[in-house]
């Protein structure tokens, strides 16, 4: 009985303690308020990320850019179904942009493709894309990758930035954010060369008194760490050598008097530990620590500090994989020092391509086999692996778990997930540091109020923004009606209000391909007013340079066949996949199925619009008060009952406010009357009734428009494009003479797996021998995502 009672005593005692560990924090009111707050920040501010598969990195004026995106929940790495358009930009160095284009998104998924110009000058270029919610969060949130074009038919420097003056980038990050008096930090360090690759060298640290205080060199790519403890708040500098014996001179961050320093280390057992050092603080003060992954599932504690330390472990189970915000805040919420941590992925999609044989020949039949082990969506391209070689490209897997969560280049991400090994841990912490971290705005997280974003997700068609100006002194004008019609078939009619700072907004659905559209107000009503459009491509850049550019001049003579093959196959593409095609999803116009339809080829034919309307168009009376014409329509939801205004009357889809002008219309030039006998609300707008005549072509048939509307070329979503990729399946097509030298072999942007990861994609070898390269990349139904490469060589068929 008495060990009964001592059990249950202990018992009850254990319990008391786990639920001490387990509350602790949750108590705290300070605590759970930051972790609740967090949370609503969280739901407000989702993260968009976007991978860009291209097909390639090395292209020649002429040739086509193929792309696949991969636009992801940012938290759990899941094609994310928002927004329906995506921008993609190629940028000069001076980051202007030489490419721009839109293109549709379905289910986080997109594809298309650019021509390169034949004015662009040979060098390298940044290729960027992103969404229009993306732009709220800053550039830095874009995908970037660098690409080279060459222009062969214009004389370029091989190597334009050879002569530039050797410089070094060399930066030095303490652990948590400061170096503070008395108190040791670990301090990271990234040393890069102009072209943006990590260098070789030996470092020592030296005070004012010239005295070397630490001994350093980098462990890979030019990053390293080493630890400091500084004495005293004077300034140190840092004297490097490289491997040519130059030295260079650097100063350290500067020394505080008083501040925190955090470090962080892996405690075993499964347990992260920080511990948080503070200095200069005569009275006590709180500080709280909040961590979490991609804005998921925050922690947040109060730090017990046992004189001017604290120490916190933090379960690894508790943190998301990928990369880990750890931060310190004081008793007033503002961080005092910032960390990021990096927990290896469980697992990693495992993708297979295998093309059965490593020896093909000209023209014959390539089978490749996929597997991605789960339900995928992958990309692949195949292409000729030249002597030129093009700019190293991320895969999927390390841009999505590292690298888009990090400012800067990252040399060679994939290296911190080959060959896992201690020494590849200690590099990636590394670089968790000297790679620094994206600060929030804790003003908009803490704030009393939800933070508003300034660019809307799209997330049923493009949006156009605009500004309604007055034409006398260009300023802003509230309340104003707007009409955006495109030229196009079948007829498209979008509205707008302008509100009080004069901004209107339109959202293009189906909008697709370059075409003109019409942008006016009523003229009857509002006649004195003026439009601007907003370029809807981003005005921010990030801090990313684009590397130099070098040309091997031992190529000329690959270039040259490179030239030859790009020409002979441009001359040779059927038309039918040169041009972009816009698919047809409906004939109807805007207003849906028309009350009333008239073929006027089916009537006899009057010399004049009046009569034509009196005599057969039954739904609409033509009136004239004050010399002027107006139409009235009946109301089909009450009989008898005439509208006493004008209803909204159409050609080809354009709004039309002059109906005197419109009656002078020939009209053998319209083809078919249709008409909406009732109240039709578009937008903020209403109208008693719709009145639309189409024209044979739907070009306006020469009729000319006011001249205060707007007429402009816009481009909508480019179209889809289908790559060529000639059939050799039979032996009249194997022996044709019509010539093949494609470069990209192959490229499938979307193929998706069945529920055994297996896919099996066909195509056929070209004329072009050499070796081929086949780059997959991919991401599973369930976020987790993989690349593969292979190869195969292609000799000269025998005849």
């Known amino acids: 009985m008495k060990t009964m009672r001592y059990a249950a005593i202990v018992f009850f005692g254990f319990y008391l303690i786990l639920n001490s560990i387990l509350t602790y924090g949750q108590a705290d009111p300070m605590a759970r308020s930051i972790k609740e707050r967090f949370n609503m920040y969280g739901n407000t501010a989702l993260q968009e990320k976007m991978y860009v598969h291209l097909d390639r990195s090395f292209y020649l004026i002429g040739e086509t850019i193929w792309f696949k995106a991969y636009n992801l929940d940012g938290a759990h790495n899941r094609f994310l179904d928002m927004s329906k358009v995506a921008y993609l930009e190629v940028l ?18 997109g594809n298309g493709s650019v021509s390169i110009p034949s004015a662009i000058a040979s060098g390298n270029y940044k290729v960027r894309g992103y969404t229009s919610w993306m732009k709220n969060f800053g550039p830095e949130y874009y995908f970037e990758t660098d690409i080279s074009i060459v222009n062969p038919f214009v004389r370029f420097d091989p190597a334009p930035d050879a002569e530039r003056e050797l410089s070094y980038d060399v ?31 030996r470092g020592v640290v030296i005070d004012q008194r010239n005295d070397t205080l630490v001994r350093f060199q980098p462990s890979r790519f030019g990053i390293g760490n080493f630890m400091l403890k500084p004495e005293s708040t004077d300034s140190l500098r840092v004297v490097i050598t490289d491997s040519r014996g130059r030295q260079f001179n650097y100063a ?110 000209t023209r014959e039949k390539v089978t490749l086999d996929l597997s991605a082990g789960q339900a ?283 109906i005197d002008k419109f009656m ?20 903020m707008l209403q109208f008693t009734g719709i009145v639309s005549f189409s024209t044979y072509k739907n070009d306006l048939a020469g009729f000319e428009l006011d001249p205060k509307v707007l007429v402009i070329p816009y481009d909508g979503v480019q179209a889809e494009r289908e790559f060529y990729a000639p059939k050799y399946d039979n032996q009249a097509a194997m022996s044709g003479r019509m010539p093949d030298f494609r470069n990209l072999m192959h490229w499938s942007p979307n193929v998706t797996t069945d529920e055994n990861g297996k896919a099996q994609i066909q195509f056929f070898t070209s004329d072009q021998i050499g070796n081929y390269k086949v780059v997959v990349q991919g991401i599973s139904n369930n976020g987790v995502a993989g690349s593969s490469t292979t190869s195969f060589n292609v000799g000269k068929r025998s005849l």
Not at 173 to 196: C, H
Not at 252 to 267: C, E, F, N, T, W
Not at 329 to 349: A, I, Q, S, T
């Open 376 to 658: 995928s969506n992958l990309s692949v391209s195949v292409f000729l692996s030249d002597s030129i070689k093009g700019l190293p490209q991320e895969d999927i897997a390390s841009y999505f778990l590292l690298t888009s969560d990090l400012q800067g280049q990252v040399e060679d991400p994939s290296y911190y997930f080959r060959n896992v090994s201690s020494q590849t841990d200690q590099d990636l912490d590394n670089v968790m540091i000297s790679h620094g971290w994206r600060r929030f705005k804790w003003e908009n997280v803490f704030g009393a109020s939800v933070p508003k974003y300034e660019f809307l997700p799209e997330y049923d068609g493009h949006l156009v923004f605009g500004k309604v100006l007055n034409t006398s002194d260009n300023k802003s004008a509230s309340g104003i009606g707007a009409y955006l019609a495109p030229l196009d078939f079948p007829a498209k009619l979008y509205t707008s209000s302008s509100d009080n700072n004069g901004n209107i907004l339109f959202e293009l659905k189906h909008y697709i391909g370059p075409k003109e559209i019409t942008l006016q107000t009523n003229h009857l009503i509002d006649s004195t007013y003026k439009f601007e459009l907003t370029s809807p491509f981003s005005k921010q850049f990030s801090q990313t340079s684009v590397s130099p550019f070098f040309f091997d001049k031992t190529r000329e003579k690959e270039l040259l066949t490179r030239s030859i093959n790009m020409q002979t196959g441009n001359s040779f593409v059927p038309r039918a996949f040169v041009e972009k095609k816009a698919v047809l999803t409906d004939s109807l116009a805007f207003f849906g199925l028309p009350d009333e339809k008239y073929f006027l080829d089916d009537y006899t034919r009057f010399p004049t619009m009046e009569e034509v309307l009196r005599e057969y168009v039954r739904g609409v009376m033509v009136r004239r008060r004050n010399k002027s014409f107006h139409f009235r329509m009946i109301d089909k939801v009450i009989p008898n009952t005439f509208y006493r205004t004008d209803p909204l009357v159409l050609l080809d889809g354009i709004p039309i406010f002059n």
């Open 92 to 109: 000069d160095k001076d980051n202007n942009a030489v490419i721009q284009t839109k293109f549709s998104l379905s289910a986080g998924k």
């Open 664 to 683: 002078e219309i020939d009209p053998l030039k319209i083809k078919k009357v249709e008409l909406m006998s009732s109240r039709y609300y578009l937008g």
């Open 252 to 361: 350290l961050p500067k020394v505080m008097q008083r501040g925190y320093v955090m470090h962080v280390s892996d405690a075993g057992t499964g347990q992260v530990k920080v511990t948080v050092n503070r200095a200069g603080f005569e009275e006590p003060g709180d500080a709280y620590i909040l961590a979490h992954t991609k804005q998921l599932n925050p922690l947040s504690d109060k730090l017990v500090f046992e004189g001017n330390k604290a120490e916190f472990n933090i379960n690894r189970a508790d943190l998301g994989e990928g990369i880990s915000h750890l931060t310190i805040l004081n008793e007033k919420l503002k961080p005092v020092c910032e960390r990021l941590y990096f927990k290896r992925p469980e697992k990693m999609l495992t993708l297979d391509a295998k093309v059965g044989k490593a020896d093909f020949t």
């Open 171 to 201: 930066q030095f990050f303490p652990e948590g954010g400061y170096l503070v008096k008395n108190m040791e930090s670990k301090v990271a360090f990234r040393a890069t060369a102009p072209d943006g690759k990590g260098i070789s060298f």
